[in-house]
T-cell receptor, first 110, second 112 residues
Framework: GEDVEQSLFLSVREGDSSVINCTYT??????LYWYKQEPGAGLQLLTY?????DMKQDQRLTVLLNKKDKHLSLRIADTQTGDSAIYFC??????????FGSGTRLQVQP | EAGVTQFPSHSVIEKGQTVTLRCDPI?????LYWYRRVMGKEIKFLLH????????ESGMPNNRFLAERTGGTYSTLKVQPAELEDSGVYFC??????????FGPGTRLTVT
C-alpha cells in the first residue's frame, strides 16, 4: 500500500468543523505536515507537528498525532468557503525529502 | 523576501517534444527539490540537490528526465521526449539547514 493514505473527498457545511485524517507507515519521521493547495495555486504549508508532540493548535487549526497508530488529523474549526482546497498530509523521511499523501479535497457548502 | 519561483506556470506540448522547466529557489537555500503530482495522485519526490550536487535522485522516473543545477542557484528539469503520462504538476521546493521546505507554485505540464 501507499506510505501515506488519505481519504479523497470531504464535504462540510459552512460553520461546521472539518476533520481530515491521514495514516502513514514510516515511524521514523521527525516532522509531519499539512499542506493546502487552492485551485491554480502552489502548495502552502499550513501547519506542522514535531513527532514527539501529540497536539498542536494554531487559531482555527488543530493537529492531532497518534504515534502508536501512525494517525495524523487536521481539524478546521468554523470552516469557511475559503477553506475549500486540497489538503495534503506529508512527513519527512530523514533524507530531507517529503512523502505526501494523495490529498483530500475539502468542499465547503454555503 | 521572494519565494520559490517556477517558470513557466503552464506548458502544453505534443508527445515527443522537449520541455524544460525552471526553478529559482529562495536565495541562500542550498537544498532544492523537485516533486510532481500526476493525474490527481500523491505528490511524489523526484530528486534533491545540495548546492550543485545531486544528493538523491531515486525518484526520477526514467532517463527521459534530466535535472541540472549548474552553479548551485537555479535548477532546470528537462523532459525529452515527453510522453502522455508525464502530464501533471511539477513542484520545486527549497530549504536551508534547519528551515522548513518552501514550495513554489508549480508548473502544470500537459502533453497531448
Amino acid at each position: 500500500g501507499e506510505d501515506v493514505e488519505q481519504s479523497l473527498f470531504l464535504s462540510v457545511r459552512e460553520g461546521d468543523s472539518s476533520v481530515i485524517n491521514c495514516t502513514y507507515t514510516d515511524s521514523s519521521s521527525t516532522y509531519l505536515y499539512w499542506y493546502k493547495q487552492e485551485p491554480g495555486a502552489g502548495l502552502q504549508l499550513l501547519t506542522y507537528i514535531f513527532s514527539n508532540m501529540d497536539m498542536k493548535q494554531d487559531q482555527r487549526l488543530t493537529v492531532l498525532l497518534n504515534k502508536k497508530d501512525k494517525h495524523l488529523s487536521l481539524r478546521i474549526a468554523d470552516t469557511q468557503t475559503g477553506d475549500s482546497a486540497i489538503y495534503f498530509c506529508a512527513h519527512d523521511t530523514g533524507r530531507r525529502a517529503l512523502t505526501f499523501g494523495s490529498g483530500t479535497r475539502l468542499q465547503v457548502q454555503p | 523576501e521572494a519565494g520559490v519561483t517556477q517558470f513557466p506556470s503552464h506548458s502544453v506540448i505534443e508527445k515527443g517534444q522537449t520541455v524544460t522547466l525552471r526553478c529559482d529557489p529562495i536565495s541562500g537555500h542550498d537544498n532544492l527539490y523537485w516533486y510532481r503530482r500526476v493525474m490527481g495522485k500523491e505528490i511524489k519526490f523526484l530528486l534533491h540537490f545540495v548546492k550543485e550536487s545531486k544528493q538523491d535522485e531515486s525518484g526520477m522516473p526514467n532517463n527521459r528526465f534530466l535535472a541540472e543545477r549548474t552553479g548551485g542557484t537555479y535548477s532546470t528539469l528537462k523532459v525529452q521526449p515527453a510522453e502522455l503520462e508525464d502530464s501533471g504538476v511539477y513542484f520545486c521546493a527549497s530549504s536551508s539547514p534547519g528551515s522548513q521546505i518552501i514550495f513554489g507554485p508549480g508548473t502544470r505540464l500537459t502533453v497531448t
